[in-house]
């Protein structure tokens, strides 16, 4: 299933992407705010995904994108121009929606052309197109078949095939991989990104999903009720979150609520319930503020000394292992019952551990992150 | 039809079975088959004083079908009939579509609710008071004309009763709701994303409807065709009513063969006539919109 080495796109040059700019985007649908002051700057031609749970305000945005609602407040601008007053059927968009939404009624090249016959394409000329569209999302061939007759993975790039026909400066994607199963979806990540960067079109992208938006996306924006928490390239938003949201959100990761105890400009000390830790103080929190501090599972180390002696170090009670070959998750319990997960290498030291052993737990103060506990954040960590 | 009927003998055992099927039976063979026999065996007879009949002269014969041909009258309503009713379920789409595309697509929560009953309170009251009441629009001193008048766009009352138009504004009226219905139900079905897709790709909203909703209301379009002209056809009350000598319906000769002619032979032919014409049409309608009876019953 692997899509032509082709290029060319209808006998041009691929269309290039163009960047979009949110500026201030709010939209209101009667009493709920669904998006809330939004400002970014997506760059052309990049991959670019909006990650957040269901009600998160991701699609809204999607839509005001490509023109099927229009903000309450602020304005959109796609490649530079302001896109108020302009219909979805005349913006450089095209969307791709979480069903596809491709018309049944119509064969599978009728589907891909349609974006030209709207365009007055002649038939002759729709048909070439339509061909070296499917050829290009390795489906030559299927061009007289009925879309009910296509596996879901087809379909998916039947509609891709539809989307890239329009020649889109900006595609829009709304969570299109949600509906395959796993194996399908893993090697359709892949084949969206290749697509992305052989015709240079700006992706933007919705998910839920955050593998799916950390492995493809060039920049995620981490969305919450409405708000942009952070915007930042996937590593950073899997090591560095700035809010406790993203770093509850994104991954697993261990928490513990307490309040600021000492800080400077790199960390932070936090009173919690298993002593003192340390992290790195990203937001400035001051002394007396309320914090949490949040350490991954692979950045806790275990052994089984039981003598928690320095910083950052404490004491649990292992619960269970959970084996998973190259890496072993122990699940702990502290003094205090707090669940911890501590994610290690397999390597010969964990054999014999059984449940019931009281081990200590250390980790690295600039692994771990200091952030303030927000009372809206509560409820989602 | 095997499935429902041992489930119907599961629950309610094979005495009650048999009774439900033979009362079923007797009653479509009593009140549908014998009755329809019965008219096509008179309409191949000669009408015959009752001394005669079953006499020599009583022969079949293709008389009384012929007997059409041979009226120039008649078969000048006839054909305007067809015509006419074909005339009404155009208009009647025309004017349907928009507001079923509405009702299924646009309006939402109190809107639809009060455009619904809108549509159906209507037809709480009988067909002919219904048609009554455009008798009064359409007066020489009606509605239409006072407006008209004082408008000042025409000096005399215009004569709309007795024509044909008033006839086909009487019936589009009367036969909305079975046009709108069967749009509304297969529009619903409609993925108002399918809608939004084609707009994202560039189409004018004309575009969307003959390429994406329209194609998908096909069957509708063809139920609510197949009703609206069968019911146009079909009708006596409205011609007779908004209708005069000059505007007769093929219904009404049928009538007058039957009960003013006496000659219930030719009515019957008359009758069956109208009906091979409505079953062509349904014919022509499921080949036009290449729709299949399994869609059509659906």
């Known amino acids: 299933m692997q899509f032509s080495r082709k290029l060319q796109v209808g006998g041009r040059d691929p269309a290039l992407g163009q960047g979009v700019s949110l500026d201030g985007v709010t939209m209101r649908f009667g009493d709920f705010l669904a998006v809330d002051d939004v400002s970014i700057d997506i760059a052309a031609g990049e991959f670019f995904s909006f990650l957040g749970p269901s009600g998160c305000g991701k699609t809204t945005i999607l839509r005001l994108i490509s023109g099927f609602v229009e903000p309450t407040a602020g304005r959109i601008l796609i490649g530079g121009q302001d896109m108020a007053g302009i219909g979805p059927n005349k913006r450089p968009t095209a969307l791709i929606f979480q069903n596809l939404a491709l018309f049944p009624l119509m064969p599978v090249w009728e589907n891909v052309a349609f974006g030209l016959e709207a365009r007055g394409v002649a038939k002759q000329e729709r048909r070439r197109r339509a061909e070296q569209l499917l050829e290009l999302v390795a489906l030559d061939g299927s061009g007289d078949k009925r879309v009910n007759e296509l596996s879901g993975g087809q379909r998916q790039r039947v509609a891709i095939a539809r989307a890239l026909a329009v020649e889109p400066k900006v595609m829009l994607l709304d969570e299109p991989l949600s509906a395959l199963d796993l194996k399908l979806r893993q090697h359709m990540r892949a084949e969206l990104r290749t697509i992305q960067r052989r015709t240079g079109v700006t992706f933007v992208y919705i998910t839920h999903d955050q593998s799916e938006a950390l492995t493809m996306s060039d920049r995620v924006a981490v969305m919450s009720q409405g708000r942009i928490e952070q915007i930042d390239v996937p590593d950073a938003i899997y090591n560095a979150p700035q809010t406790a949201f993203v770093a509850g959100f994104v991954g697993e990761i261990n928490r513990f609520a307490g309040h600021v105890v000492a800080a400077d400009a790199r960390h932070a000390v936090v009173e919690t319930d298993v002593g003192r830790l340390r992290g790195v103080n990203r937001q400035a929190l001051r002394p007396g503020e309320r914090a949490s501090i949040f350490i991954r599972p692979e950045r806790m180390r275990a052994d089984g000394a039981a003598n928690p002696a320095d910083e950052n170090s404490f004491e649990a009670v292992l619960d269970r292992v959970g084996f998973e070959g190259n890496v072993v998750n122990l699940f702990l319990r502290t003094n205090a019952g707090r669940e911890i997960i501590a994610q290690q290498h397999n390597s010969d030291d964990l054999s014999g551990l059984s449940s019931g052993a009281w081990m200590t737990l250390r980790f690295a103060p600039d692994s771990a992150a200091v952030l303030p506990a927000e009372g809206r954040f509560e409820a989602a960590a | ?298």
């Open chain 2, 1 to 298: 039809m095997k499935g429902v009927l041992s489930s119907v003998r599961r629950r309610y055992g094979g005495v009650a079975t048999s009774l439900i099927l033979v009362s079923c039976g007797l009653w479509a063979l009593g009140l549908v088959v014998l009755p329809q026999l019965m008219m096509i065996d008179y309409s191949f007879r000669p009408s015959l004083p009752p001394a005669k009949q079953g006499g020599p002269e009583d022969i079949y014969t293709l008389a009384n079908y012929a007997a059409l041909y041979g009226n120039p009258l008649n078969l000048a309503i006839f054909l305007k009939t067809i015509w006419s009713s074909a005339l009404v379920t155009a208009t009647a789409l025309v004017v349907c579509y928009p507001v079923a595309f509405f009702l299924a697509r646009m309006a939402v929560g109190r809107t639809a609710g009060l455009l619904f009953i809108a549509l159906v309170i209507p037809y709480w009251i009988n067909e002919i008071l219904r048609t009554f009441s455009w008798l009064l629009i359409l007066a020489r001193n009606g509605f239409v004309n006072t407006v008209l008048l004082d408008l000042g766009l025409t000096q005399e009352p215009i004569i709309f009763l007795g024509t044909t138009p008033a006839i086909l504004v009487g019936m589009v009226y009367a036969y909305v709701l079975f046009m709108v219905f069967p749009i509304y139900n297969s529009l619903e079905s409609l993925d108002p994303h399918q809608i939004e897709a084609a707009r994202d790709l560039g189409a004018p909203w004309w575009r969307i409807h003959w390429r994406i909703a329209i194609p998908h209301a096909k069957p509708g379009i063809a139920v609510g065709c197949i009703m609206t002209f069968m019911l146009a056809a079909g009708t006596y009350a409205i011609p007779a009513i908004l209708g005069g000598p000059k505007s007769r319906w093929f219904t009404e000769v049928i009538y007058s063969q039957f009960f003013e002619a006496l000659n219930w032979n030719r009515g019957a032919a008359y009758a069956f006539i109208l009906l091979i014409m409505c079953l062509g049409f349904i014919a022509l309608m499921m080949r036009l919109f290449r729709v299949n009876l399994a869609e059509v019953t659906r």
